[in-house]
């Protein structure tokens, strides 16, 4: 009996093995979009009409996600709201669901500080505890907040907990355990941007002289910084930069590692 059942662990079903090829096919899929808005994002010349269209292509909930951010930051409100409704009538699970609700109560109130001008940099207790209450569930809506909360000087961040109960500790260990960086990463988003950009960074090897740099189409230096670590993720506040196309480089001395090329619109 007992060599049946360690046998039956080893046979998949014809359900299982479909499921599998599915969600192969997903995540394969989602590096293929991924690396096509990337090319998008970082191509010289101006491709937001090329990115829009891609994104309203691919029938993918969160990329419809993005292409309405990719509407609002060109200013057409009336359109990117018609997507979010548009995602909201979808057939959507309970967490997507929950998920959306976050993200448009989120977006509206974004929609309400920008008509009042407010300095994102500088929001008022009440403020922040309505940006902590977003942080509750972890979803997109979550990063966004938190990314705001960072620009205000609040790290959400809590250090893990380890008891001493051995069984405790080694769960909590494997949760926690810091991700191998196996290549050099370079990550610029909201793109297009307005008021702040986020930048997120990753090398296989550190160096002293490791930095990020921003310039414009003329090959202008807006933004230089020497970074400390071989990964972290940066809050950078745009909104005197003029309107238009940028380029974000990751640089080891003289020697460049990734650049990203991001839009931003006031």
Same mark, same amino acid.
């Given at each position: 009996?007992?060599?049946q ?6 046979v998949?079903?014809?359900k299982?093995?479909?499921e599998?090829? #599915?969600?192969t096919?997903? +995540?394969? +899929? ?8 990337q090319?998008l @994002?970082s ?6 009409t090329?990115m829009?269209?891609?994104l309203? *292509?691919? $029938?993918d909930?969160?990329?419809?996600y ?7 930051a060109? $200013? ?12 909201g009538?979808?057939e ?8 959306h609700?976050?993200?448009r109560s989120?977006w ?8 009042e ?5 500088a929001l008022?207790?009440?403020?922040i505890?309505?940006?902590q $209450?977003?942080?509750?569930? @972890? *979803?997109?809506?979550? $990063?966004? @907040? *938190?990314a ?12 893990p907990?380890?008891?001493?109960d051995e ?6 260990? @494997?949760?926690y355990t ?17 008021d ?6 990753a090398?296989i090897?550190?160096s002293?002289e490791?930095?990020?740099i ?5 090959g202008? #230096?807006?933004? *230089? ?11 950078i #506040?745009?909104? +005197? ?15 460049i590692?990734?650049?990203? +090329? ?5």
């Open positions: 009996m007992r060599n059942i360690n046998q039956g662990l080893t998949i079903s014809a299982e093995q479909m599998l090829d #599915i969600s096919y997903k +995540r394969e +899929r989602n590096l293929a979009i991924n690396q096509a808005v090319l @994002a191509d010289t010349i101006d491709r937001t090329d829009i269209d891609f309203a *292509n691919t $029938g909930v969160q990329y419809e993005r292409l309405a951010e990719t509407y609002d060109l $200013g057409d409100t009336e359109q990117a709201n018609a997507i979010l409704t548009n995602i009538n979808m959507l699970t309970e967490s997507e669901i929950q998920a609700t976050d993200y989120f509206q109130l974004m929609q309400t500080w920008e008509l001008n407010k300095n994102l940099s008022s207790e009440s403020d505890e309505t940006l $209450g977003y942080t509750e569930r @972890a *979803n997109i809506t979550a $990063g966004d @907040a *938190n705001l909360l960072k620009l205000n000087g609040i790290d959400t961040y809590k250090e907990v380890y008891f001493p069984v405790e500790q080694e769960l909590r260990i @494997a949760q810091e991700e191998e960086i196996s290549e050099d990463k370079l990550f610029v988003y909201p793109n297009p941007a307005k702040y950009v986020i930048i997120e960074y090398t090897e550190f002293k490791l930095s990020i921003i310039t414009d189409l003329n202008q #230096i807006v933004y *230089n910084k020497q970074l400390g670590y071989p990964q972290d993720e940066l809050v #506040i745009t909104d +005197r930069f003029p309107t238009g196309q940028y380029f974000c480089t990751l640089k080891d001395g003289n020697k590692i990734r650049t990203e +090329r991001f839009i931003l619109v006031h």
